[in-house]
Every structure is written in structure tokens, then in C-alpha cells.
């Protein structure tokens, strides 16, 4: 059998490099060119960990949106992701990519420049709660949801604190800007204390007799307009949703985290 699968592999390969040949031959390249593989495993069959890679590669480059729910099969392997090394690598290139960027600037020293972190998937990780609700695989359940921020115990995500405290030490304000709804005001004040976030200019939760039925994007731009407007300067702005860095007044430059659990528009 193993056999067989060396001599099917050999064959293959000659064909591609018979058609590599070929295609170089009438564009006067020197270079073979291998057609791509669109599928993966024996028989060419998708192996659902590539796929779902695939779909989560889609997920980061918005060019997948507006989804529900993850895809049924990809639990397992988005569960794994975001409970292991890979998730805390890929949020650890990020904040050190906004360090690099800090470390650019010459700041003003007047007290104005801040950074804007979104707090849920950003600042904070809410997987103990997503680790009990199939990694996204179910419907958003607003009621279950609050429930579990009410409890107050979502855990630090350690490299955007890592990043937060980077800021305060070059005299950077802090200001956290979430779509939490101004009723949840103390008890996300008081996590972001438990978790370590002690220090921050400003704390804005969406008040939903202004912005009820508007999307996350109006209403965070709104919300950074006035920040301006007051004479603050956004030298960085930190999210895990695309809704966090898209709109206006998005700050001198942005840093998407990953977040292959849910979408917000």
C-alpha cells in the first residue's frame, strides 16, 4: 500500500512539473510552477481542521462576516485554538506590534494622548463563559450572557495587558470603550480592577437611549469623535472586532486581535 502511495505521489509530481515546464516555457520563466492543491488528505478529501484554518483566516480578513454562529464542525478545532498557544501567540504579535509602534512616537507629555481598548475579547476574555456554549457554535443568548458578565470574573487577556501597561508607563491615558450597555457600568469598573486594569482616563459603555438599534460602528465613532472633540489625541486604537477600528475617528493607527467566536456588526 505504501508502495502504491509513492509511486501515485511520484506521478503527480512529474505532471505538475510537466505542466510547470510547459507554462514557463511559453512565458520564458526559468521557474517551475506547481498547480495548486485544493484539497487536503488521501483520496483528496477535506480534512476539517484545514478547512475551519481556512474559514478563521477568512474571519480575521473580514471577508467573512455577518456570521452567526461558527460553522458546526469547526468546535473542536476553534476550541482548541483559543485555549491554546496558538490564540495567545497570535494576540502576543499584535500588542507587540502596538509596543513597536509606541516606541516610534514622540509624545506631546500633555496628557492627551490615548489609546482606546475595547474591553470583551480585548482587554478581557469572556472563554470561561464560551468554553460552556460550544466556542460560538450556539446562537448568541443575550440573557445567558449577562449573566455571566454580572459575575464579574472574566480573566485578563495577558498580552493586551501586557500592552496596557506599556502605555501607562510612557504617560499614555487608557480609555476603554465597549458596547457593554451603560447598566453594567460597576460591575465591568470593578472587573477590570479585579483583572488588573486599574488605571484608565476614561470608562464608555453604550447608553441605549442614544444608540439602541445603531450598529457597533456608529456608535463607537460617535463615542471617539467626542473623545477628539475634547481635545484627546487616539494614537492607538485596540479590538477584536472589526466594528472596533472601522468607521471614523478610528485613531492614528488600529490592531485587530483575533476572534474567531463571534461577529458584531
Not at 459575575?151 to 493586551?160: I, K, R, T, V, Y
Amino acid at each position: 500500500m505504501m508502495k502504491n502511495h509513492i509511486l501515485l505521489f511520484c506521478f503527480v509530481t512529474f505532471l505538475a512539473t510537466c505542466h510547470g515546464d510547459v507554462a514557463n516555457h511559453e512565458h520564458g520563466s526559468d521557474f517551475n510552477i506547481f498547480p495548486l492543491r485544493m484539497k487536503t488528505g488521501l483520496g483528496g478529501k477535506y480534512i476539517p481542521e484545514v478547512s475551519c484554518a481556512s474559514w478563521r483566516l477568512g474571519v480575521e480578513a473580514h471577508n467573512v462576516i455577518n456570521f452567526k454562529t461558527i460553522p458546526q464542525e469547526c468546535e473542536e478545532y476553534v476550541g482548541n485554538y483559543v485555549l491554546g498557544d496558538q490564540y495567545r501567540a497570535d494576540s502576543k504579535t499584535v500588542n507587540r506590534e502596538g509596543f513597536f509602534y509606541l516606541k516610534t512616537l514622540n509624545l506631546n507629555g500633555d496628557g492627551k494622548d490615548v489609546w482606546v481598548f475595547d474591553i470583551d475579547e480585548t482587554t478581557l476574555s469572556n472563554l470561561p463563559y464560551y468554553a460552556k456554549h460550544g466556542f460560538g457554535i450556539e446562537p448568541f443568548n443575550e440573557t445567558l450572557f449577562n449573566e455571566w458578565v454580572d459575575l464579574g470574573e472574566a480573566p485578563a487577556l495577558p498580552e493586551s495587558q501586557k500592552l496596557y501597561k506599556k502605555l501607562l508607563a510612557r504617560g499614555v491615558k487608557i480609555v476603554f470603550l465597549t458596547g457593554r450597555p451603560l447598566s453594567q457600568k460597576d460591575v465591568t469598573a470593578t472587573n477590570l480592577k479585579l483583572a488588573g486594569y486599574h488605571t484608565y482616563e476614561k470608562l464608555i459603555l453604550k447608553d441605549l437611549s442614544i444608540y439602541k438599534g445603531k450598529t457597533a460602528v456608529t456608535y463607537k465613532s460617535a463615542e471617539r469623535k467626542k473623545l477628539e472633540e475634547e481635545g484627546y489625541r487616539i494614537i492607538g486604537n485596540s479590538g477584536d472586532q472589526w466594528s472596533d477600528i472601522l468607521g471614523t475617528n478610528t485613531g492614528a493607527r488600529t490592531f485587530k486581535l483575533p476572534d474567531p467566536l463571534y461577529y458584531i456588526a
